[in-house]
Nanobody, 123 residues
Framework: QGRLVESGGGLVQAGGSLRLSCETSGRTYSIYTMGWFRQAPGKEREFIATITWSAGTTYYANSVKGRFTISRDNAKNTVHLQMNSLKPEDTAVYYC????????????????WGQGTQVTVSS
């Protein structure tokens, strides 16, 4: 079974930046797509971005396009989410997830998940 561990969350002022990381271990050979999702208090978990492990093909939610960038470091088995121009509405727990096939924004396409990292954006 694979394991995903997120890091890099914290408290930042509006307009600031954070870089999240998701380190994978275990059955990384079975990963085709990595995704980032988030869940704000009282809201459903929502899709943010995906990247394919081999080709690096990316896909973003409209709400973060132009502000967030997903990338991967294959040598370190790590996926990053660079978040710029943060807004208070970006406050949420951020999760990374892995899929064994090409996946986009459907959460059911991802078969294992990290524990999440808290991002809080103050106004």
């Amino acid at each position: 079974q694979g394991r995903l561990v997120e890091s890099g969350g914290g408290l930042v002022q509006a307009g600031g930046s954070l870089r999240l990381s998701c380190e994978t271990s275990g059955r990384t050979y079975s990963i085709y797509t990595m995704g980032w999702f988030r869940q704000a208090p009282g809201k459903e978990r929502e899709f943010i971005a995906t990247i394919t492990w081999s080709a690096g093909t990316t896909y973003y939610a409209n709400s973060v396009k132009g502000r967030f960038t997903i990338s991967r470091d294959n040598a370190k088995n790590t996926v990053h989410l660079q978040m710029n121009s943060l807004k208070p509405e970006d406050t949420a727990v951020y999760y990374c997830a892995a899929s064994p096939h090409y996946a986009l924004d459907g959460q059911k396409e991802y078969n294992f998940w990290g524990q999440g990292t808290q991002v809080t954006v103050s106004s």
